[in-house]
Structure formats: C-alpha cells, structure tokens
C-alpha cells in the first residue's frame, strides 16, 4: 500500500511540473522577474490615516529593500471610505457595522504621465457596537486597519499577477 502512495505521489507530482506551474514568486523560475519589477515600483504618499497603512503596507511588500532609487513604475492609490449599519435593534440603535475601504490604483510609467495598469480593490470589515464609547473607537479603528492591510494585499497580488505576463 505504501509503495502506491508513492508512486502515486511521485506521478501526481510530475504531472503538476508537465503543467508548465510556477510559483509567482520563485527564487527559480522565470517569474523571478515579478519582484525585480515590483522592487522597482515607487509606491506614492496616500492620503490620509488609512492612507499610510496601506502605503506602508505595500512598501513592505514590492519594495522590501527600501525606496528604489530609480524606479521603473510608479504607483498611485485613491481611497475610499464607507460605513453601513447592518444590525438594527428594538430601539433602532445600530448594533453592527461594515467598514468598506476602495483603492482605485493606476500603475504610471518612471515620469508618472503614461499608465500602464489600473485596478480596483475592496475588502470589508465588521464591528460591533457597544455601551462603551472607547470600545466603539477602537473596535472601529482595527476594523479600518484590518481592511487596509487586506487591500494592500490584494493590489500587491493584482500587480504581481499582471507583471508576470
């Protein structure tokens, strides 16, 4: 039994490398390239709170050597905020909330004129509400911080998708 799972195995994985799959970030593999070019990306100042969340968050993320200094591609983020009560109770008081944080992102060529790509990229969190005013805040502050992190990560995978081809 043991000797067919490992052929069967061992088949499962060769039919996996005939498929011609590379992992986006290989060391490798030719998609290597990807973080050469998000390396060479300058993430521009956002503005606002979440706006530097989300800048830090991507610097962290294409640029993880620091600041290029000549960049190939510049990055430019709006952002978006809207709130929405979801649970009402008897009193009519909102008992929840959903936070939604938009990034319209254009990928600009070295002079910041030409754009290259655009996207978009959402991520929603929730929060309860509660007596307590300080626990409103800060239960609303990670909310807003959760949802940052969530859509720099997804504009860094778009990017990094889009830079593979």
Do not use: W
């Not at 993320?61 to 983020?77: D, E, F, M, N, T």
């Not at 504009?155 to 998708?161: C, E, G």
């Amino acid at each position: 039994m043991s000797l067919f799972k490992s052929l069967s195995t061992l088949a499962l994985l060769l039919l996996v490398t005939a498929c011609g799959f590379q992992p986006l970030y290989g060391e490798q593999t030719s998609n290597r390239q990807v973080t050469t070019k998000l390396a060479a990306t300058y993430v521009m100042p956002i503005d606002g709170r979440v706006g530097q969340i989300v800048r830090n968050e991507l610097l962290d993320r294409v640029s993880p050597k620091g600041i290029p200094a000549q960049s190939k591609y510049r990055l430019r983020v709006k952002l978006s905020e809207r709130k929405q009560g979801l649970a009402i109770d008897t009193d009519d008081s909102t008992n929840r909330y959903n936070l939604t944080i938009y990034a319209k992102y254009s990928l600009l060529d070295s002079t910041g004129k030409e754009i290259i790509y655009r996207g978009t990229a959402q991520s929603i969190a929730s929060y309860n509400v509660v007596s307590s005013d300080f626990a409103n805040l800060s239960a609303e502050i990670n909310a807003r911080k959760r949802s940052a992190l969530v859509v720099a990560e997804e504009i860094h995978r778009q990017l990094s998708v889009y830079l593979s081809r």
